[in-house]
């Protein structure tokens, strides 16, 4: 079962900011964070692990409340350059070598 | 940087005839995977292939898609009778370790077009 993002849009002014949310009905074991630009492949933004490892840009910033299998990310001071689609993808516990992307979190951040 | 590529960028076919769509992962990684996405929708999983077989699949996955490591770069798809639901834009990822820990990375993808 696929992870559910919110929003399914956003729309920002350079300089603000915003939250992307990803939850799971699943217990996870780790959960990824991907932006898209149109035409272009995903590229990777983050990984967050259970027991609270990270590994990602140093710029993006992001949570996972294991207990409540969700995990949000957070753009600050938004640049024009954020623009895209950002997908969460999650791996439950007990899953095999799966990644399973949400539906997209639509973002344009406008000057 | 090293990176992933895939050949062809652009492939259009026939319904009903078979498509290659190759890859080349970044030479150190050990995991391979392929994923499908239709226009305007989500990214979607489809394989996991890791020494030299499929480690996991997808119900999207079926007897008529084929992988193989024909050698020790490149990383194939094949699809063997193509339908018109198959077109969709192909990505290509690879990674040092599985999903649970581990960055993917992807390729810039292979738009497949069935005619």
């Known amino acids: 079962q696929q992870p559910v993002q919110s929003p399914q849009a956003v729309i920002l002014r350079e300089g603000e900011d915003a939250v992307i949310n990803c939850s799971s009905s699943k217990a996870l074991y780790s959960v990824h964070w991907y932006r898209q630009k149109h035409g272009e492949a995903p590229v990777f933004l983050m990984i967050?692990?259970?027991?609270?490892e990270q590994k990602g840009h140093e710029k993006i910033s992001a949570s996972f409340n294991e207990k409540k299998q969700q995990s949000s990310l957070y753009l600050t001071a938004s640049q024009l350059s954020y623009s895209g689609t950002y997908f969460c993808g999650t791996v439950p516990n007990n899953a095999g070598n799966m990644l399973t992307f949400g539906g997209g979190t639509r973002l344009m951040v406008k000057p | 940087e090293p990176e992933v590529t895939q050949t062809p960028s652009h492939q259009v076919t026939q319904m009903g005839q078979e498509v290659i769509l190759r890859c080349v992962p970044i030479s150190n990684h050990l995991y391979f995977y392929w994923y499908r996405q239709i226009l305007g929708q989500k990214v979607e999983f489809l394989v996991s292939?890791?020494?030299?077989?499929?480690?996991?699949k997808s119900e999207i996955f079926d007897d008529q898609f084929s992988v193989e490591r024909p050698d020790g770069s490149n990383f194939t798809l094949k699809i063997r009778s193509t339908k018109l639901e198959d077109s969709a834009m192909y990505f290509c990822a690879s990674s040092t370790g599985s999903v649970h820990t581990d960055t993917q990375y992807f390729g810039p993808g292979t738009r497949l077009t069935v005619l």
């Open positions: 292939f890791y020494n030299n077989e499929i480690s996991e």
């Open positions: 967050l692990l259970k027991g609270g």
